[in-house]
């Protein structure tokens, strides 16, 4: 991605296995690890706060992608990191899915981690080859009623915010797909574009390049009303299915017992970079809707979400083995 490259040059990252956090020659060092691959929307978010502080003088951000496990390996590392302020987890819905969906977790989500912020959203978007003979979300779901099983989809998981949004969307729309996992949206996104999958649902800054270059094309939106980025593409509500709605969500927590003073200062630090004017320039045209909760507020959501997902899971028959 264009946005991803122009980022690179300004931020230090690491493809680690599990390295503490360093002070540097320059000063205060703060690892954000990011649970998904390069090029994708957590990823994306992470290098463009990261660069902000850099450019005002904060400490130096070093962004470690740990991809894996359904975000649980990168998950238990910053579990585990030292509660001293220097380890961050850049964390999405699947945070709090997957302590609804599998038997047993390394860490748990609501006592081993003190929240920080909710940073923003991002509507999700079902896209298909450019090529496809799908023009509609219609198209693709008569498709599919009249070939059960052969179609398929992809997307990060298993148990991810866009799986269980795609199989609630199977349920409500009486079809049967063939679900292809991928470590991440950006690597979907890759295959779609090849040909060798049918379907994608993924945030708006994995697929829109693709979009606007033609190779991709956007059918649905899983908002509630259309986005800006794509204002001819109707909702999934539009096409007739009643409430459905899916945005996934990214915020970020240090470990359990980290210092109040030091969450504090991360509050003030991370909110001012997101609502910068240069970021804001950057984000909104990926399709991210800013935030900006934090603390005890943002601690709030992550129960209420955690409460949602167990509810949704359970009536989805959704469960992951350990």
């Known amino acids: 991605m264009k946005l991803l490259k122009s980022l690179c040059g300004s931020i230090i ?26 090029g994708g929307t957590a990823d994306i978010l992470a290098r463009v706060l990261g660069e902000q502080i850099g450019k005002t003088g904060g400490p ?13 390996i990168a998950t238990e590392q910053v579990a585990r990191a030292a509660p001293d302020g220097n380890t961050l987890l850049l964390m999405a819905n699947s945070f709090v899915i997957n302590a609804s969906v599998r038997a047993s977790l390394p860490y748990d989500p609501l006592t081993s981690f003190e929240p920080v912020c909710l940073m923003v959203d991002s509507p999700q978007i079902m896209v298909v080859n450019a090529g496809s003979p799908f023009k509609t979300l219609g198209d693709f779901v008569a498709a599919a009623k009249a070939k059960p099983g052969e179609l398929n989809y992809a997307t990060v998981g298993p148990a991810t915010t866009q799986h269980i949004a795609f199989e609630m969307f199977n349920r409500a729309a009486g079809i049967k797909l063939t679900y292809v996992p991928f470590g991440g949206g950006a690597p979907a996104t890759t295959a779609l574009v090849g ?17 606007r270059a033609g190779k991709l094309r956007a059918i649905a939106v899983a908002s509630r009303e259309r986005v800006a980025t794509l204002p001819d593409t109707p ?43 240069d970021v804001q320039a950057k984000l909104a045209p990926q399709g991210y809707r800013s935030i900006g909760v934090c603390g005890d507020d943002f601690g709030a959501h992550i129960k209420r979400q955690h409460a949602d997902y167990v509810r949704v899971t359970k009536e989805a028959g959704i469960k992951v083995g350990d």
């Open 195 to 211: 040909g060798h999958v049918m379907a994608v649902l993924a945030n708006p800054s994995e697929v829109m390049e693709q979009v």
């Open 13 to 38: 990252v690491l493809m680690l296995t599990g390295a503490a956090s360093a002070q540097t020659a320059a000063g205060r060092t703060i690892r954000i690890v990011v649970p998904f691959p390069p």
């Open 60 to 72: 130096t951000i070093l962004v470690e992608n740990r991809p894996g496990g359904g975000t649980v």
């Open 235 to 277: 909702t999934i509500i539009e096409a007739g299915y009643k409430d459905f709605e899916a945005t996934a969500w990214f915020g970020l927590v240090v470990p359990a017992k980290t210092p109040k003073d030091a969450i504090a200062s991360h509050i003030a630090m991370f909110n001012s970079a997101l609502h910068a004017p």
